[in-house]
């Protein structure tokens, strides 16, 4: 059983940065992805940005590359996720996730697919960004 706890969401003003914590306890498999999904008020949940913890690679999706950065200590079983130059279309509620197997054509890409086969979620913290 792989427990998830969150942390770091909050408020900001456009253009700003947070940073978000997942301490994982348990055991994560090596052949499993970890990341983040987001909801926001009235729309479905979304895939944010994940990582394939046993060998470092990471993937995004479209509408925060080059503002989020995700990484994962291995040491600590940590996950973070750096978001920069935050826009209100980032309001959410950020959810970590983890144990859904790695694929050889998407690896841990974070999709509406991807979901269906999270096997631990973490209660989530909220991200507010004002304009």
């Known amino acids: 059983q792989v427990h998830l706890v969150e942390s770091g969401g909050g408020s900001v003003e456009a253009g700003g940065s947070l940073r978000l914590s997942c301490a994982a306890s348990g055991y994560i498999h090596t052949t499993h992805c970890m990341g983040w999904f987001r909801q926001a008020p009235g729309k479905e949940r979304e895939g944010v940005a994940a990582v394939y913890p046993s060998v470092g690679i990471t993937y995004y999706t479209d509408s925060v590359k080059g503002r989020f950065i995700i990484s994962h200590d291995n040491a600590k079983n940590t996950l973070s996720l750096q978001m920069n130059r935050l826009k209100p279309k980032d309001t959410a509620m950020y959810s970590c996730?983890?144990?859904?197997?790695?694929?050889?054509?998407?690896?841990?890409?974070?999709?509406?697919?991807?979901?269906?086969?999270?096997?631990?979620w973490g209660e989530g913290t909220q991200v507010t960004v004002s304009s």
């Open positions: 996730a983890a144990g859904w197997l790695v694929t050889v054509n998407a690896g841990c890409l974070p999709d509406r697919e991807t979901e269906k086969d999270v096997n631990y």
